[in-house]
């Protein structure tokens, strides 16, 4: 059973535009919160990341938008770039190891 | 900044043989995992170990086997390899405690013949 499930599969934005991927998990203990974003070739690296006591984080262009009583959370990329191009995932964690990720959004920009 | 290497960035075996993945960190951490990644399946927990010489179970370890004899490194291992094992596998390293990311090496693209 898919514990983070992660939508939508591929997105297509105008340069410029907002891209926007959402996720939803049902462990109420999960604790961490991270975004990976990962170039063809590369492995994931971590883009921003959230604890679930705070409702949103900003990072230059990055924000992550949390809402705890409705389990999910979203990445808005803001001023969408042809070099933000990439697949990110959605990660959820409880206290302990497991990482639990989602199946990946593949963003393209278009200049 | 925290490093982790896997040692080979594309891999070619045949059926039936043992192969080795072999991913090392350089941060100290506890942690280190084992994933594959595939298209549309993201990416799924093989083994992880929390300490030297401990391992546990992810969501598919059928078929492979880990081993962590040092804290640094942690190795993959197919033990007869087949078609359905081709894939991109990717070895994270993670520091203790709650709220630390896991840092990803850039895989080991692998097919098996």
């Known amino acids: 059973q898919q514990q983070v499930k992660q939508s939508p599969q591929s997105l297509i934005v105008q340069k410029g535009g907002i891209s926007i991927i959402n996720c939803a998990y049902e462990?109420?203990?999960?604790?961490?919160f991270p975004w990976y974003q990962q170039f063809p070739g590369k492995g994931p690296a971590l883009l921003i990341a959230?604890?679930?006591?705070?409702s949103e984080k900003k990072e230059g262009r990055f924000t992550i938008s949390f809402n705890k009583s409705a389990k999910q959370f979203s990445l808005h990329i803001m001023d969408s770039q042809p070099g933000d191009s990439a697949t990110y995932f959605c990660?959820?964690?409880?206290?302990?190891?497991?990482?639990?990720f989602g199946t990946g959004t593949s963003l393209t920009v278009i200049p | 900044d925290v490093k982790v290497t896997q040692s080979s960035r594309y891999l070619v075996k045949r059926t039936g043989e043992k192969v080795f993945l072999e991913c090392v960190q350089d941060m100290d951490h506890e942690n280190m995992f084992w994933y594959r990644q595939d298209p549309g399946l993201g990416l799924r927990l093989i083994y992880f170990s929390y300490d030297v010489k401990m391992k546990e179970k992810g969501d598919i370890p059928e078929g492979y086997s880990v081993s962590r004899e040092k804290k640094e490194r942690f190795s993959l291992i197919l033990e007869s390899a087949s078609t359905n094992q081709t894939s991109m596998y990717l070895c994270?390293?993670?520091?203790?405690?709650?709220?630390?990311?896991?840092?990803f090496g850039d895989g080991t693209r692998l097919s098996i013949l």
């Open positions: 994270a390293s993670r520091g203790g405690g709650g709220g630390q990311p896991q840092h």
């Open positions: 959230i604890r679930p006591d705070v």
């Open positions: 990660a959820a964690s409880m206290p302990g190891n497991q990482f639990y």
């Open positions: 462990n109420t203990a999960f604790d961490y």
